[in-house]
């Protein structure tokens, strides 16, 4: 099945707001076998509303809507699409009913605002997608021609609930028989650059196993993903198998996972298989490791903390770097961070200390230590290990926060790439 | 002037990549008075790209892309609208030296991979907008009617540069006497909700000094835009600035900041006029806030560091809490918050220690303490403050991340609120 995506609101296009909705819709709706072939956004004005859904209708007959179903006067949507399909809003007592118990159950908050009031307005005919997380109901209207729009809340929490809930569960049961199936495979690569992947994947310029393969860079790495189309399942499913087979041979031990897994869920994974615990002494980072860390559920079995070093005090403090160090060399320096990276492992007790220390800039480099210069150690002293110090020298390209990120992205693939269960490949 | 923003892709239609672009290219041309009416978004096929380009070039004449101009095979937007604008690709000799003195002055890596080669290829008769960041460079390619096309990378790094150092600059040059402007102010509120927030401004539903008035709920809280179109700059400034100041006396505390600010840019700047240190103690955030502070340039001359307690024995050996404390209450309390505050504060050598505990989920709520249990606690006992000690509880909605990013948002409001300085608004 093809779908287009529509998202609205005037602070998607003037750039106040990143549209993180676009990107969940496409994984969530591609992995039950509908594709957004296409996507627009437009402001919340009724008739560029009613224009795009209208262009998107005749092109693919199904479409998708985020945004514009808030209480607030700015909230277009379901007006310029109920227009659209030549139907009255209605008030609904059931919704109203809801929403207003959804409020007070929320308590202290006082009555129901009267802008809420909008929300209970539904198309005529239209089948409403109950929202279990938020006030505004989604809607699917569908016409005589078995055309459809289903509108969707905006804010991420409430859409993402509507999806899985509601959405997903009348696409499956509307798209049973059809032919079209989209079906692809991630590859997840960090340490080599794009240029280079594609060199090395030479020989398969033309498709693996018939399919086309793509590259994805980004922060994290590149992406290699192979996508087949049109093909029953298991062929599709097999052929995936085989293609993904061929790139982890190709590219050895640069693929850290598959799909959309973090690197850091994966050396937590691995931590845990292995019973090590980790701990972290960060300075231009300022803690950004261990938020990626602990952004994955579960991680208190394996991360037990560490210290934010940002002031050279701390170091030495919480640390234990030695002052005379840190006048000699300099906080960004090979002994800085070893020392930081002991101190983050034995005043933890953890079995890995891994530490960060750079210039992030914008300001602060020199010709010697230029913006993007960071050093990165591993104190890994126990019998699992070959070594029992590692240290990383880098110069990242990139701004403050791009130097920062792909700082804690090697800081993670120097510790998988260091744990027992990762050095066969 | 208006134009349309076309992001290309098959990475942001199967929802592997956030389109951050977007978002940044409509704040810069905004600035400029370049309105982005439209955005679409097409994958990586030669037909989609040529058929969304000539449609937006229909509507208004004016067309900027992002993407698909890297050395890989599935990079198809130069060939697609070289051949939509009828030139044909030309190898250019300059571009082909710029890109492999590029790759040679970055060391270590081998010869120019081949790949690269078709990046040197030009649509004939279009201008070069040179990547100082990179190695694709961008195009922009007119008609004899004046109708033009900018095709920009899709590296954010690389496009920003880009933007700011070529596109802007012949945009600026070509809307001389141009009578459209745009221009808009945003104030940024947090702790009130949406529709709480509608209530209080309830007399400015029908706009602001004529302006229409836009709600932008989002993590951060909620910001509140108003917009002048079509009037002259020095007319809608005035306008913009009264209208700011209405909506500033209206919304009172809860405003803190204006346009795209950062919170923790607003606690920095605040802190250092009071001469003010920062230390943090966090355990669900996971070092979180200690990240969004030090995303801000400048933050090491407030923001010390602290402690990532994420292990009860941390919290502990690091922060000095009481291991009795933690058997009797838990580590999800208010003495424990203000235990490990006190410690940040104390160990560090800071004048203001805030911690963070919670209960970010998926697992670990009970009946007692739900997912979202936050408490967040503030110490400062120095004569600036009207009490030493804050503790705020509150039980956020969302998941894991919009847990751990309001309870930062929470802890960064409490701390401006208790500043000196904040305290007479």
Redesign the interface.
Known sequence: MRVELITI????????????N???????L?AVGVE?????????VAA?IAN?VADALARTGAVVTTGGL?????DMTKPAIATLFGRELEFDTDTYERIERRWQSRGL?GPL????RQQALIPRGAIILAND?G?APGIWLEDAQGRWVAMLPG?P?EMRAMVADRLIPRLRAGAQGASTVVR?R?LRTTGI????A??RLGPL?GGVEGM???????LDGV?L?V?ARGLPDSEADALLESAAARLREMMGAFVYGEG?MDLAAVVLDACRKCGLHLA?G?S????????R???V????EV?????????N??KE??LGVSPGELADVGAVSEPVATAMARGART???ADIGVAITGIA???GGSPTRPIGTVWIALDHPGPQFQVATEVRHAIF??????I?YRSTQTALDMIRRALPTQRSS
Chains 1, 2 share one sequence.
């Open positions: 609101g005037d602070e998607l296009l003037l750039g106040l707001t990143v549209d993180t676009a990107a969940y819709l496409a994984r969530e591609g957004i072939v296409r996507r627009a956004t437009v402001g919340d560029d795009a808030g209480p607030t006067s700015d908050r605002p009267a802008t809420n997380h006030t804010v929490r692809s991630t650059a794009e240029s280079a594609a060199e310029a086309p393969l793509a590259y994805l860079p980004g992406d993903r996508t959309t972290v960060e231009c980072t300022g803690g950004l490791l261990g938020a860390l602990t952004s559920p579960g991680s208190s991360f037990l903390g560490g210290v934010i070093a940002y002031d005090s701390i403090s919480m005043r933890t007790g800039g914008p300001t390209v990139g701004d403050r926060e791009e920062r």
